[in-house]
């Protein structure tokens, strides 16, 4: 059995309610291997290649393992610290990007390619967009938003060291974008709960994990679904992700915001395209993805959807 005294009483009541009881324990029990999680990070392809990332890795002395689905990709070897990177050049020079894996998984579900308009409606603090301008050569026409002032900055600012040039930072609420704009793809990492991301024995989530916050989030959720939707030109995709394991929040928005928008449906995701190395959990609409918490992956959710092209009148 699974000790879940240390874990928020809303999520534990959410989990077993969502799933069956073999998937309910593994999420629970992998809720409780992520205080054990290593540090992850990527190789920033826009100042770094994995291998000379690698070369200074090995020169510190800090032990690794690569991961077969993202060549930039590295996990640190069990007991290292992120305060071991600190202090190297790697570091400083904006070469690597902490990050968790299961965060590196929506830009690259995204596929964008060079030349096309990009938006990412919820960007700080600016991971993901670093990653899509580095995985399109840095030739995309990007667009990141970000409603708080604060965070706004943040992101600017990583934006900057890692390299990620030529991007328009907006500081707005994404759900209320002026539909003057439109984008061939979409990656709309949304606000969440973070259940994915609970770690067993922390005080805050026991007090942050509540009804209302769900309830909060999923109206924003949805504005911001009926917005990424409306903004999406013809025969555009849309990445939908969040890092929560609730299906109120997931396949439930997604199932929801199809029906509101009926030129749109899922573009089937198949676990092979992650080298079949994904933790993942059964949910209710075929084709997305939940990932189930790990020792090294977090809670996540994605959807990509696809936005029909407009039928030629003859």
């Not at 290593?38 to 990332?53: G, I, W």
């Amino acid at each position: 059995m699974i000790d879940t005294t240390q874990l928020p009483s809303f999520l534990v009541q959410e989990v077993e309610a969502a799933y069956n009881q073999t998937d309910a324990e593994q999420v629970l029990a992998g809720c409780t291997a992520a205080c054990e999680r290593p540090v992850t990070l990527r190789a920033n392809a826009l100042k770094a290649s994995a291998d000379e990332v690698a070369q200074a890795l090995e020169a510190a002395g800090i032990g690794f393992g690569r991961v077969p689905w993202y060549p930039d990709a590295f996990v640190l070897d069990a007991g290292t610290r992120e305060r071991a990177l600190w202090e190297l050049d790697l570091y400083r020079e904006g070469k690597i990007y902490l990050q968790s894996l299961s965060s590196m998984l929506p830009p690259l579900v995204l596929e964008a390619a060079a030349g096309e308009d990009v938006l990412d409606m919820c960007a700080a603090p600016g991971g993901k967009t670093s990653q899509i301008a580095a995985l399109t050569g840095g030739n995309a026409h990007l667009t990141a938003c970000e409603m708080n002032g604060p965070r706004a900055e943040k992101l600017a600012y990583n934006l900057d060291k890692l390299g990620a040039r030529n991007i328009n930072v907006m500081r707005t609420d994404a759900r209320k974008l002026d539909t003057f704009f439109s984008f061939d793809r979409i990656l709309l990492d949304a606000p969440c709960t973070g259940t994915g991301t609970v770690r067993a024995g922390d005080e805050r989530a026991q007090k942050r994990i509540t009804p209302n916050l769900l309830s909060k989030v999923t109206k924003s959720q949805r504005a911001l679904l009926d917005r990424a939707l409306t903004v999406l030109k013809p025969g555009g995709v849309l990445v939908y992700s969040t890092c929560s394991i609730l299906p109120a929040e997931n396949e439930d928005q997604v199932r929801a915001a199809l029906k509101r928008h009926r030129d749109c449906e899922v573009a089937p995701l198949e676990p092979a395209m992650f080298s079949g190395a994904l933790p993942l959990v059964p949910n209710g609409l075929e084709g997305t993805l939940t990932v189930r918490p790990t020792k090294e992956f977090e809670g996540f959710y994605l959807a990509k959807i696809k936005k029909a092209s407009r039928v030629r009148k003859k």
